[in-house]
T-cell receptor
Framework: DAGVTQSPTHLIKTRGQQVTLRCSPI?????VSWYQQVLGQGPQFIFQ???????GRGNFPDRFSARQFPNYSSELNVNALLLGDSALYLC????????????FGSGTRLTVV | SQQGEEDPQALSIQEGENATMNCSYK?????LQWYRQNSGRGLVHLIL?????REKHSGRLRVTLDTSKKSSSLLITASRAADTASYFC?????????????FGTGTQLKVEL
């Protein structure tokens, strides 16, 4: 079975631009979550989706949005990019909405210049 | 914001020695999980311990949880060079709170030959 796949692996954007990150969960996993990891810190929760519904949102501005598709894949969108959005964006999937460990993808490293 | 802190921030040991990392957190939890991260890429789930459990083993890993002190420890026995990585604890809220994990700041473990 393939693991959690994320694309692209690296991305360079200019301030003010918009970016879309993509994630495909492990087959059979219905929950997808997004985390932001700034260099030197632990990951911070952005969103959780389960069965295509938003089940949690972290303390991030409205410039961040996400959605989950019928095949359980997900996209994270960030508008009006700021330098501070530069980070590793991690997608994680799990079988259920809670009580399970995550399987993480390798992440998308976003650099905003 | 980070839920808690790992201690120590960095740990350097010789191959074959045991490594102990500690984690403290602030709020009531459903479960606590430990993850490993190599070179700033994706996280690997190591072990999950529920709030009604006190100790759990998996291979060379031993995790303890003390909910009265809001703390956990991860012991890696007979360390190998391949164990060199950053280790994070993450807490999950009470049932109904989804799988919104709150990560600590991490312990950087270096195992030298």
């Amino acid at each position: 079975d393939a693991g959690v796949t994320q694309s692209p692996t690296h991305l360079i954007k200019t301030r003010g631009q918009q970016v879309t990150l993509r994630c495909s969960p492990i087959s059979g996993h219905k929950s997808v979550s997004w985390y932001q990891q700034v260099l030197g810190q632990g990951p911070q929760f952005i969103f959780q989706y389960y069965e295509k519904e938003e089940r949690g949102r972290g303390n991030f501005p409205d410039r961040f949005s996400a959605r989950q598709f019928p095949n359980y894949s997900s996209e994270l969108n960030v508008n009006a990019l700021l330098l501070g959005d530069s980070a590793l964006y991690l997608c994680a999937s799990s079988r259920g909405v809670e009580g399970h460990g995550y399987t993480f993808g390798s992440g998308t490293r976003l650099t905003v210049v | 914001s980070q839920q808690g802190e790992e201690d120590p921030q960095a740990l350097s040991i010789q191959e074959g020695e045991n490594a102990t990392m500690n984690c403290s957190y602030k709020t009531s939890i459903n479960n606590l999980q430990w993850y490993r991260q190599n070179s700033g890429r994706g996280l690997v789930h190591l072990i999950l311990i529920r709030s009604n459990e006190r100790e759990k083993h998996s291979g060379r890993l031993r995790v303890t949880l003390d909910t009265s002190k809001k703390s956990s420890s991860l012991l890696i026995t007979a360390s190998r060079a391949a164990d060199t990585a950053s280790y994070f604890c993450a807490t999950a809220p009470w049932a109904g709170g989804g799988n919104k994990l709150t990560f600590g700041t991490g312990t950087q473990l270096k195992v030298e030959l």
